[in-house]
């Protein structure tokens, strides 16, 4: 009953900056954390980031955290992920998911209620 689709994926150097968008749309008023998670190849899926949507509290793995910053817009139903001082280890296809549920460890992607397709980023050194 939600849809997420990402965008502002790309090719970028080492040090450059990029920013990402997860669009939501159908019922996501139910929606109480929204969460970035990682795959690069070869490696499982990890967490980055999420948000308390109604508190606007942010959490962030500790790979990203000082670099990264997680943030909303109700109005646009929007959440995005602005990514500082890349590095050639951050490479990954980024997926952003959201969770009904009240409550539950927001680092594990098992609790996320929906998924959008992903967008590569790519950095090189």
């Known amino acids: 009953q939600v849809q997420l689709v990402e965008s502002g994926g790309g090719l970028v150097q080492a040090g450059d900056s990029l920013r990402l968008s997860c669009a939501a749309s159908?019922?996501?008023?139910?929606?109480?954390?929204m969460g970035w998670f990682r795959q690069a190849p070869g490696k499982e899926r990890e967490f980055v980031a999420a948000?308390?949507?109604?508190?606007?509290?942010?959490y962030y793995a500790d790979s990203v955290k000082g670099r990264f910053t997680i943030s909303r817009d109700n109005a646009k139903n929007t959440v995005y992920l602005q990514m500082n001082s890349l590095k050639p280890e951050d490479t990954a296809v980024y997926s952003c998911?959201?969770?009904?549920?009240?409550?539950?460890?927001?680092?594990?992607?098992?609790?996320?209620?929906?998924w959008g397709q992903g967008t590569q980023v790519t950095v090189s050194s």
């Open positions: 998911a959201a969770t009904t549920r009240p409550y539950g460890n927001y680092r594990t992607s098992a609790i996320y209620d929906y």
């Open positions: 159908g019922r996501t008023d139910s929606s109480n954390f």
């Open positions: 948000i308390w949507w109604s508190g606007g509290i942010t």
